[in-house]
């Protein structure tokens, strides 16, 4: 494994000595102000008047399912400014999300310390610092951002791409720019484009091996993962022979290991097998040498096998578990008519029968602790991302956490059998007891006119659920509380778990 690079003697970092000696001791309170500013911009954006719940319309509930989906679920007032607009001038807007006025997802940008820096700066940082900012910078942008489905389909392609942050002390540093530069920049643009990218990441290349594939000595890591998981998929139509053969191209398809080019992608022809080759029946003559890889990348974006392979994880990711065939047949026709132009395939999904008639499905970890914040106009200070990042352990979704290469799983079954921190998380979260997070439940009371049990449950309703509750619902949680008036602190404090308790039931934790 690589070794950890030791900071250097340098009189020019002295102002990141300052830093770390000040307020970023620790990479997590770097979110600091940007928590402070963040949460002006969402408290003058929290509605001063909150309306009784009523039953969901057909193009609400499409909204609502698109917000929790492609999203992180809705923030107060948010579902209905998205009305006003109307579902596909929402969902048109969302796919170009420079249009989108994101001032508090920017603030998070805005503060990030490390974030900013080239590899050759961050090198000279504590990787643990590193690490926390990236992943706290995650889950604030997820938080806050407005930019819903661009925030969502960067996980997808996370996961797609995934990289392990735990596999060295060096990786938190690669893949910070990888997240920054390769998975980002390209989410919602062409396949080849992401796919390129993320072939010259040297956090890619040193997560699945290829800093060891050399010419005579090659190393299948990445040449597999490559096909298998990135392009073609395990039914693709790829033999071990072809992995082999790509395993050649890839040689000398590096990053560097010192001077200036140390953790930079480059190509070291003196370590690359310069003989022809041949993948899935194309042949690479001989003498070609870095464009090798470039050519089989075209071949790998344009093969029928890699069109159906995405379309089927973007329609299982955005749709159902078992993704239906005809949807996912019109997404492999588009991914095929317009050479892997990711917004056209999510607006295929997006604007679909199958998507609007979509059976509910269990959220997966992460978004359900962001969307129980979101849903109350919750609050994050610089200790509440650690605090956050804590029950995300518990529920085993932190970002970049998956050990293996194929990213968390999708399916309601991998994550079914541990609700338990579920239902303690929301229960925390509503009964103030998670350091560092905060809910304005005083100001949402006040906009909703609230002044007795029942119309604070219906409030909550409205803003959880976007639907009021049905008697049965309400009875149970009215009578859990055992009061009608809300002047006595008891009767506040069971109010609160009774919130956490519609948090954690079903309509909440599916979508």
Not at 283 to 299: C, K
Not at 371 to 391: K, N
Not at 493 to 504: D, F, Y
Request: aromatic residues 8%; contains cysteine.
């Amino acid at each position: 494994m690589r070794p950890v690079t030791e900071p250097v003697a340098d009189p020019t970092l002295s102002r990141r000595d300052a830093l770390r000696a000040g307020a970023l001791v620790s990479a997590l309170l770097a979110l600091s102000g940007c928590s402070v500013a963040a949460r002006q911009q969402i408290s003058t954006a929290l509605p001063d008047d909150l309306a009784a719940p009523v039953a969901l319309d057909p193009e609400r509930a499409r909204l609502l399912r698109l917000m929790n989906r492609a999203g992180y679920g809705p923030r107060p007032g948010e579902l209905d400014r998205a009305a006003e607009m109307g579902y596909e001038d929402y969902l048109e807007q969302q796919l170009h999300p420079q249009d989108v006025d994101d001032a508090p997802g920017d603030l998070v940008t805005h503060h990030l310390s490390l974030y900013q820096l080239d590899v050759g700066q961050l090198i000279n940082w504590d990787y643990k610092d590193v690490s926390r900012e990236l992943i706290a910078a995650t889950l604030a942008r997820a938080l806050y951002s407005r930019r819903h489905l661009y925030e969502s389909v960067v996980g997808f392609w996370s996961d797609h791409f995934s990289i392990y942050l735990g596999k060295d002390k060096h990786m938190p540093f690669l893949k910070l720019v990888d997240d920054r530069d390769a998975i980002r920049p390209h989410a919602l643009g062409s396949f080849r484009d992401l796919l390129g990218a993320s072939a010259s990441s040297p956090a890619m290349l040193f997560y699945l091996d290829n800093q060891e594939n050399f010419a005579g000595a090659p190393n299948e890591n990445y040449a597999r993962e490559l096909m298998e998981l990135h392009t073609l998929g395990v039914d693709g139509g790829y033999t071990q022979a072809d992995v082999q053969e790509m395993a050649r191209a890839l040689t000398g398809w590096t990053f560097g290991q010192k001077g200036r080019m140390q953790d930079r992608w480059t190509f070291d022809a003196d370590v690359h097998d310069d003989g022809t080759k041949t993948v899935i029946g194309e042949t690479l003559l001989a003498g070609q040498g870095a464009e090798d890889v470039p050519h089989l990348l075209d071949v790998l974006a344009a093969h029928p096998s890699t069109a159906r392979f995405i379309a089927t994880k973007l329609v299982r990711r955005y749709v159902a578990d078992e993704p239906p065939t005809s949807l996912v047949d019109a997404v492999a026709r588009t991914f095929a008519a317009t050479q892997g132009d990711i917004r056209s395939l999510l607006r295929v999904i997006f604007l679909s029968d199958e998507f609007a008639g979509a059976p509910p499905r269990l959220k997966r970890p992460f978004t359900y602790v962001v969307s129980t914040v979101r849903a109350f106009g919750g609050q994050v200070t610089g200790t509440g991302y650690r605090s956050l990042i804590d029950w995300l352990e518990q529920l085993g979704h932190v970002p970049f956490g998956w050990p293996m290469p194929d990213g968390y799983p999708v399916e309601q079954d991998a994550w079914i059998n541990n609700l338990l921190p579920r239902w303690n998380f929301s229960l925390a979260l509503l009964s103030d007891e998670i350091d560092g997070v905060r809910l304005p439940l005083e100001r949402l009371a006040r906009s909703a006119a609230v002044s007795d049990v029942p119309s604070a449950l219906s409030a909550a309703s409205g803003l959880a659920l976007a639907r009021p509750l049905d008697p049965t619902q309400q009875g149970i949680l009215s009578t859990y509380v055992e009061a009608t008036a809300l002047n006595r602190p008891a009767a506040r404090q069971r109010l609160r778990r009774a919130l956490g308790l519609l948090l954690a039931g079903p309509l909440f934790q599916q979508s």
